[in-house]
Structure formats: structure tokens, C-alpha cells
């Protein structure tokens, strides 16, 4: 008879709290629920947690949630709008933009710094459709994690059909060396060798120890990211 009276409590919370969930996310707006930066992720979790056991346990009181669960809301506004009014204050409770490619570049001080990884960029890259960084003027890791990107101008294939000019395809870029390691697959499926890099490489005037990132496309040319301090222009919230 209790398994049945805890059953039918929960039916009732479940059918009561999340409206009460829509309600309050439409009265966050669509900030809360579309970049999630780090306080409104915190946010999440929190609501998360606190409608989780009001579900799942017939026994905590349940005017408290949905009293919880307004207040969190509220909180949530109010710092959105303090984070509107008060820049420094925005800036403390977030995560900075960061450039990590710039001018083809990668810069691998920002990426420690965010603690991402070369495959991580890659990765985003590759959702944009962009398989060769060489084509990127500068990509910014946004507060929420996004990355945006920026592709040079002379790679804008819209821009030259608009003008009638002839297109050049886009050449595929295989990362050859990550982080100062070589690929021996990439090399073998080229069919090139070691000698052959460190060609390249003499060519650009480059020691194999100084590449952070190199790629090869299509064409066998080879784009080199460097260990080497790259200026970037600053980015603010």
C-alpha cells in the first residue's frame, strides 16, 4: 500500500514540477538555456539536483522544491542582469574568449591555458566544414566553449562566385605532426618518408623540434604551426 501511495506522489510531482521548470526557464530567457556559460551551467545543476531527489524521494517535502526552484531562478536573473550592468563583475564569474589560431596558426600557450588539446581543436574545426586550418584567419574559444571562426578572405568560395572568379577547391589538410610527434601512418598512407619531412621542413627554414602542429594537403604542402610566442589581438568579453 505504500510502494502504491509513494508511486501516485510521485505521478504528482512529476506532473506539477516540470511546469513549473518551463515556467521559470522562459522567465530566465533564452540565455540560460542556449551558450550556458559557467554560472548558468551551475544553474542547471543545481535545479538538476534539486528536482532530481524531490522525484525520486516521496519523503522530502515538495512546497520546498518548487520554493527552491523560484529562488534559483531568481538568482539567475538577477546576475544576469548585474553581469549586464557591471562588465568586471561578468568577467569574474566567466570564462575570457581566447584566441587559439591566428593567422593559420595555433597558439599553444592559449590552449594550455584552456586546457584543450590539438585534436579537441581540430574536432571543432571539422564540424565547421573546415579541414584545413591554413584556411583560418583566426578562431576564437568562446566563453562557452564554442569556437569561432574566422576563414581568411581569399577562402570565402561565396564571395568569388558573387564576383564570377574562378573557385579553387578547398584542399584537405592531414595533421602530419601534433604536438612535435610525427605521424608514421599519415607519412605512409602519402607514401613519403622521414627524409622527405625533414625536406619540407629545411625548406620553411624549420626544425622538427620547433613544430608544434604541421599539416599536409592534398598537394603535398606542408603548413607549419611553431613552438614560438605568436602575437594576438586581445579579446574581450
Known sequence: MDYFKDFLIIIVRIFTIFPLLLIMALYMGKRSVGELPVFDFLIVIAIGAVVGADIADPKIEHLPTALAIVLIGLLQRYVSKLMIKSSKFGKIITFEPRVVIHKGNLIKENLKKERYSIDNILQMLREKDIFNMEEVEM??????????????????????????L???RSQFAYPIILD?????????????????????????????????????????????????????PPMEH
Open 180 to 232: 612535435g610527434v610525427v605521424s608514421e601512418k599519415v607519412l605512409a598512407y602519402l607514401q613519403k618518408d622521414m627524409k622527405w619531412l625533414d625536406t619540407q621542413l629545411q625548406n620553411q627554414n624549420t626544425r622538427k623540434e620547433d613544430v608544434f602542429y604541421a599539416s599536409v594537403n592534398e598537394k603535398l604542402h606542408l603548413h607549419v604551426s611553431k613552438e614560438t610566442p605568436i602575437q594576438v
Open 166 to 168: 574562378e573557385i579553387n
Open 139 to 164: 578562431a576564437v574559444l568562446e566563453s562557452s566553449g564554442k569556437l569561432s571562426v574566422y576563414k581568411k578572405p581569399n577562402k570565402s568560395a561565396v564571395t568569388l562566385e558573387d564576383l564570377g
